[in-house]
């Protein structure tokens, strides 16, 4: 074992300690009140998207407090069960860019793998919580399909690990993919879209960071938080982790009514974003997915914040305000 690998095992978090942490989340919404000193009685009911959060975000929220910003993210609400016109449930236009079974190749040169329906939190603005999960996602027969599809397209230089969240999946199975893909010669990146590092940190396992330092790619990962208060010791542990394997680290966030959209909150999440070693990159208007419509921020302010933010920051503080709209060949700067 180098050095490197010494110092890695050293900080890194138990093999299985993160599954423990999965087990003993938080289910439903009345308890999740409780145990934030509010009244379970306001619980509303969580539909068709059941509640989840572990304890690891649990704790960076203030108790008695019904308008945190975290626990805004993963409260249900009365009015999710509200048709609004313009709110559906492909927002983005998944369906028509299916390519293979969990294979959706929306913009040139890279492809998406929908890798799991899993992830580590259930937040409620999410724009894929009603996407059809059980028939659509990669890792089924192997990878067999994603994998074909990619070596039959010379023109795809990254693919784009996604979800839910790829870092649910157990290290072996991404492994199983990575060694098929690594016979792929025209592949030159990799990216990988998770939440992971900010909702369990303990995810980031030295079984992990092995995987990522012998891909022979670069790598991107992009996490995301859309709150300050989203970082803590535990995050910025688990973004120096992946940093040491050479990923490159980017934050995207979504811009969200009640959550973020003042121009301080987003200054202070840039900010620790950055701090944590996480490089902001993108600023999503939201998706208008069926029952978030409460998150819908007005994007004149949004753009007035912008504005704020380029006077306030250095410029690689801040983020490509964006807006993902179906059939467009990419995302739409905004400002
Ligand atoms: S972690 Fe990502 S994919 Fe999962 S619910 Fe949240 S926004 Fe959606």
Not at 220 to 238: C, I, L, P, R, S
Not at 274 to 280: K, M, R, S, T
Not at 306 to 319: A, H, N, T
Request: hydrophobic share 45%; charged share 25%; net charge neutral.
């Amino acid at each position: 074992m180098n050095h490197d690998s010494l110092a890695r095992t050293a900080l890194a978090p138990k093999q299985s300690r993160w599954r423990d942490q999965l087990r003993q989340a938080v289910r439903d919404p009345a308890t999740l009140l409780e145990r934030l000193d509010l009244d379970p009685v306001q619980a509303a009911p969580a539909g068709r998207f059941p509640v989840l959060v572990p304890e690891a975000l649990l704790a960076r929220m203030q108790p008695g407090d019904p308008d945190d910003p975290l626990l805004r993210q993963v409260l249900p609400h009365a009015s999710e069960s509200e048709a609004v016109p313009g709110y559906t449930d492909d927002p983005v236009g998944d369906r028509a860019s299916s390519a293979a079974r969990g294979v959706l190749h929306k913009y040139r040169r890279r492809v998406l793998l929908v890798t799991t329906g899993a992830c580590a939190v259930h937040c409620r603005y999410c724009f894929r919580q009603a996407f059809p999960y059980a028939s659509e996602h990669a890792a089924s027969a192997s990878w067999q399909a994603a994998v074909d599809y990619v070596a039959g397209d010379s023109s795809i230089e990254e693919v784009i690990l996604s979800g839910g969240d790829p870092l649910m999946l157990p290290t072996a199975r991404l492994r199983a993919l990575t060694d098929r893909l690594a016979g792929v010669e025209h592949i030159r990146r990799l990216r990988i879209h998770t939440r992971m590092p900010v909702i369990l940190p303990d995810r980031i396992t030295t079984d992990l960071c092995d995987w990522l330092s012998q891909l022979p790619w670069p790598v991107v990962t992009v996490v995301h938080a859309n709150h300050a208060n989203e970082f803590d010791a535990g995050v910025g542990d688990a973004i120096a982790r992946l940093r040491r394997t050479g990923a490159h680290v980017l934050n995207q966030a979504v811009l969200l009514a009640g959550i973020n959209d003042r121009a301080d909150a987003l200054i202070a999440l840039m900010q620790r974003s950055f701090q944590a070693g996480a490089l902001p990159y993108y600023l999503h208007l939201l998706d208008p997915v069926r029952g978030a419509q409460r998150f819908e921020a007005d994007e004149r302010r949004a753009k007035d914040m912008m504005l704020k933010l380029r006077r306030e920051l250095s410029g690689y503080l801040v983020p490509r305000l964006v807006r993902e709209v179906a059939g467009e060949p990419y995302k739409l700067p905004v400002l």
